[in-house]
């Protein structure tokens, strides 16, 4: 087992547009080197599926190293005939190496893993392309079967790569064949900032200083947690004051994560393309509060109102509960994350995630978008009919 500081530094790609189709497509620059291995935990299918893929794509792309989180490390160590890069056991230094060192991120698991992955950028502006192979219990968010491991992995270290070129044949010889570029659907993040009653960043939602906030693939989530009271919230968008919601909790929710929390609260569903917040109460008292979606660029803030009853109430990112607890006065403060696209054509921000299929196939977006919803979640599935 290696230290993951010892490999070399991070390789950006490029992400364009491309004509007739609504997702963008990868380039990398020169031959990515650093993959970060992500797993279910307590999966022992999942563990073996990732020991399969590493050993094939070791053999057949050798110049390819692997990163996996510490407290992973030493389990994959003893499973594979070559060394594994641990990233540092402390939080921070994990952090550095992650933002400087990771190429790209293969997850072995549902969408909980995808976002575990996610969460490990969650301070950095930029996130390394994530090829998720779905082996959890729903896997809406998970685009390829671990079947496609072959396909899918040479898709995404093939982008960009074009005819006569050297530095990708894993031979060492020249590109005999054309390669289309992987198809990638950037999904908006969130940012999140908890403001004391005084205005002071408050907590590990400080974030490092070249950043000052968090980001979040799904959702943030204020709740009222074991208090039996409800929540008294009061609700700001763009500034000014839209009400003030009495509820179990309140949900600020990006695309991806219409289909999540938001979606089992009432909350629509929003394609991942679609620039846009979701504002989605949790039991609410009041019958006619119902679920809004707002730009993007909206900021939204949630105050503890004086009214409240519970000492407190919990803030969770993607799944993870933060510190601290919100008292009256503090405020949780969610605005999108900046899309940007420069003139010519390269966009940057988001989570870049590898989708199945290249561009110019017949499909011209995310197709499988629409084949979770009608496959996964059964959208509008008729009554008396077999699954």
């Given at each position: 087992?290696?230290?993951?500081?010892?490999?070399?530094?991070?390789?950006?790609?490029?992400?364009?547009?491309?004509?007739?189709?609504?997702?963008?497509s990868l380039r990398w620059p020169r031959p990515l080197r650093n993959v970060l291995l992500v797993k279910k935990?307590?999966?022992?299918?999942?563990?073996?599926?990732?020991?399969?893929?590493?050993?094939?794509?070791?053999?057949?792309?050798?110049?390819?190293?692997?990163?996996?989180?510490?407290?992973?490390?030493?389990?994959?160590?003893?499973?594979?005939?070559?060394?594994?890069?641990?990233?540092?056991?402390?939080?921070?230094?994990?952090?550095?190496?992650?933002?400087?060192?990771?190429?790209?991120?293969?997850?072995?698991?549902?969408?909980?893993?995808?976002?575990?992955?996610?969460?490990?950028?969650?301070?950095?502006?930029?996130?390394?392309?994530?090829?998720?192979?779905?082996?959890?219990?729903?896997?809406?968010?998970?685009?390829?079967?671990?079947?496609?491991?072959?396909?899918?992995?040479?898709?995404?270290?093939?982008?960009?790569?074009?005819?006569?070129?050297?530095?990708?044949?894993?031979?060492?010889?020249?590109?005999?064949?054309?390669?289309?570029?992987?198809?990638?659907?950037?999904?908006?993040?969130?940012?999140?900032?908890?403001?004391?009653?005084?205005?002071?960043?408050?907590?590990?939602?400080?974030?490092?200083?070249?950043?000052?906030?968090?980001?979040?693939?799904?959702?943030?989530?204020?709740?009222?947690?074991?208090?039996?009271?409800?929540?008294?919230?009061?609700?700001?968008?763009?500034?000014?004051?839209?009400?003030?919601?009495?509820?179990?909790?309140?949900?600020?929710?990006?695309?991806?994560?219409?289909?999540?929390?938001?979606?089992?609260?009432?909350?629509?569903?929003?394609?991942?393309?679609?620039?846009?917040?979701?504002?989605?109460?949790?039991?609410?008292?009041?019958?006619?509060?119902?679920?809004?979606?707002?730009?993007?660029?909206?900021?939204?803030?949630?105050?503890?109102?004086?009214?409240?009853?519970?000492?407190?109430?919990?803030?969770?990112?993607?799944?993870?509960?933060?510190?601290?607890?919100?008292r009256v006065g503090m405020e949780v403060r969610v605005w999108g994350e900046d899309m940007i696209k420069r003139g010519d054509g390269e966009w940057s921000g988001g989570v870049p995630c590898i989708m199945?299929?290249?561009?110019?196939?017949?499909?011209?977006?995310?197709?499988?978008?629409?084949?979770?919803?009608?496959?996964?979640?059964?959208?509008?599935?008729?009554?008396?009919?077999?699954?």
């Open positions: 087992m290696k230290d993951a500081e010892e490999l070399p530094r991070r390789i950006y790609p490029v992400y364009t547009e491309t004509e007739n189709n609504d997702l963008l935990d307590r999966s022992p299918t999942a563990t073996d599926s990732l020991i399969e893929f590493a050993k094939h794509v070791q053999s057949t792309y050798p110049a390819i190293s692997f990163i996996a989180e510490h407290r992973n490390a030493l389990e994959l160590h003893n499973r594979l005939p070559f060394p594994i890069y641990a990233l540092p056991a402390s939080s921070e230094a994990a952090s550095q190496c992650l933002r400087g060192k990771v190429d790209a991120t293969a997850t072995f698991g549902g969408d909980g893993t995808i976002l575990h992955a996610s969460s490990l950028f969650s301070n950095m502006s930029t996130v390394p392309p994530i090829l998720s192979f779905s082996m959890g219990t729903l896997g809406f968010l998970g685009e390829w079967k671990f079947e496609e491991y072959k396909r899918a992995f040479k898709e995404m270290y093939m982008s960009g790569a074009e005819i006569g070129m050297t530095d990708w044949s894993p031979t060492g010889g020249k590109v005999l064949e054309s390669n289309a570029c992987a198809r990638v659907l950037l999904r908006n993040r969130l940012k999140v900032r908890i403001y004391s009653a005084d205005g002071r960043i408050m907590g590990d939602l400080a974030a490092p200083p070249k950043t000052r906030h968090v980001h979040a693939m799904n959702e943030v989530i204020i709740h009222r947690g074991k208090d039996p009271h409800l929540a008294v919230v009061e609700v700001f968008v763009g500034g000014r004051f839209l009400t003030e919601a009495v509820a179990d909790g309140m949900i600020i929710s990006t695309p991806t994560g219409s289909t999540a929390y938001s979606l089992s609260s009432g909350g629509s569903i929003v394609h991942p393309l679609v620039s846009s917040l979701l504002i989605t109460p949790i039991c609410p008292r009041s019958l006619s509060f119902r679920p809004l979606v707002v730009p993007g660029n909206s900021p939204i803030t949630l105050r503890l109102s004086e009214k409240n009853r519970a000492s407190d109430l919990e803030v969770t990112v993607d799944g993870v509960r933060r510190t601290p607890s919100i199945r299929g290249a561009v110019g196939a017949e499909a011209n977006g995310d197709d499988g978008w629409v084949v979770g919803l009608n496959g996964l979640l059964k959208f509008n599935y008729p009554f008396g009919e077999e699954g």
